[in-house]
């Protein structure tokens, strides 16, 4: 755990001494992610990298050199009497030696995040599948999870409600909320590969949801419990609604999924729902759509009973045969990389290698790739045999 303290207090710190700035930033943590409207930081952390303590430990065959933690000693004095104590519990000699620096510090994640001019963060533990677009001048708690996609296409990939219903099914819970879990529903989530025209939508959405947040002076989980309440028909809400219809009719259009787009129609309330079964339908039935499957209705947006509780959102029958649409296209990549050598047990067993060949619906085939490469870099960096962003702090 980080050194910690609150931003009120960070200000006082340097006490004359700017270089102490070198080593504080900003620490965001899945709460502040959840509930601040301006989704900023409201703690500082300290943060010496991978320093020596001082010269005398530095390593004499392979030295760093400076700078060193002893450089600024109102911040080591805190880590001192906060950090140090803890670390004899530690599992890892070095982790108990090396005190003034965090547990593992997460190279690769920077690295990525280095050639991004923003990522993408999402509670470790949320009510909802929503995602935000954070600065990389920061450090993330362990209760986030990053990552390094800095495009508005990827934005709304993952926000739609097709990524949503990979998630749900293959990521664990917390009561009724979601744990998004990385290898389990991002690194086997396969990728559409033609992105180019969901680029104005996902800024679209995003930048409305913003403005709701800052104009109404609420966080996200706010913000969401307006969007799934049914009595909620403010036009700021409402029109988040549509964009979110306008961006799952994106994803599914990229994904050649053109069968599951329902034509345009006003949200109106269903006649035909029982008492305590509210629900607003987008478009009526189609049976001229589903001709690529069985998806006849379309996507068929509204308010929905789930294991969550109403939801604006797809319908049950859509979100099953979206996942069996998603679930073959992952075997097909994943045959498409068998075939290219990727899986050859020869080049050794990972982590994942398990279970990797078993194409039934209840455990995906890991997808290492995307046939265009795009996403290799995020499949090796959350996950696998690096620490998790619960262990990188």
């Known amino acids: 755990m980080p050194s910690t303290m609150p931003s009120a207090y960070c200000p006082n710190l340097p006490a004359g001494c700017y270089k102490n700035k070198e080593v504080l930033f900003p620490y965001l943590n899945g709460q502040d992610l959840t509930t601040r409207p301006d989704q900023s930081p409201s703690r500082w952390v300290i943060n010496f990298f991978d320093w020596p303590l001082s010269p005398d430990t530095d390593d004499p065959k392979k030295p760093k050199g400076p700078p060193y933690a002893i450089d600024y000693p109102e911040c080591l004095e805190i880590a001192q009497r906060l950090v140090k104590p803890e670390r004899p519990k530690a599992q890892s000699k070095a982790w108990q030696e090396k005190w003034w620096q965090y547990a593992s510090s997460g190279e690769k994640l920077y690295a990525a995040m280095n050639e991004c001019s923003r990522v993408l963060v999402i509670p470790e533990t949320t ?24 495009d508005n296409s990827s934005f709304c990939i993952v926000s739609s409600s097709i990524h949503e219903s990979w998630v749900r099914a293959y ?7 979601l744990k998004y879990n990385p290898s389990d529903c991002f690194e086997t989530f396969p ?12 800024e679209t959405y995003y930048t409305h949801r913003q403005t709701i947040m800052q104009t109404r002076q609420e966080g996200l989980t706010k913000t969401y419990n307006r969007f799934h309440d049914p009595t909620c028909t403010d036009p700021d809400i409402q029109t ?48 001229t759509l589903g001709e690529g499957g069985r998806g006849g209705e379309g996507l068929n947006h509204g308010f929905h009973n789930t294991k969550q509780g109403l939801r604006f959102t797809i319908s049950e029958t859509a979100r099953r045969e979206v996942l069996d649409r998603l ?27 398990k279970g990797k060949s078993k194409k039934v619906k209840s455990k995906p085939a890991s997808v290492a790739d995307s046939p265009t490469g795009k996403y290799i870099t995020q499949g090796n960096l959350l996950g696998d045999d690096t620490p998790t962003q619960g262990e990188l702090f």
């Open 191 to 202: 990728f559409p590969e033609n992105t180019d025209t969901l680029e104005q939508i996902g």
């Open 327 to 353: 679930l073959a296209l992952n075997h097909q990549r994943y045959a498409e990389e068998v075939a290219q050598g990727l899986h050859d047990k020869k080049k050794g067993k990972g982590k994942n290698a």
């Open 127 to 150: 009510k909802f599948c929503i995602f935000s677009f954070c600065p990389t001048d920061i450090v993330f708690s362990h209760t986030t999870k990053i990552v390094a996609f800095d």
């Open 240 to 287: 988040l609604r549509h964009l979110h219809i306008q961006m799952d009719n994106a994803v599914a259009a990229a994904y050649g999924w053109h069968d599951l787009i329902s034509p345009p129609h006003p949200l109106t309330p269903s006649p035909t729902r029982g008492e305590g079964e509210q629900e607003m339908a987008v478009s009526p039935p189609s049976p």
């Open 171 to 177: 990521s664990s819970t917390l009561e009724t909320r």
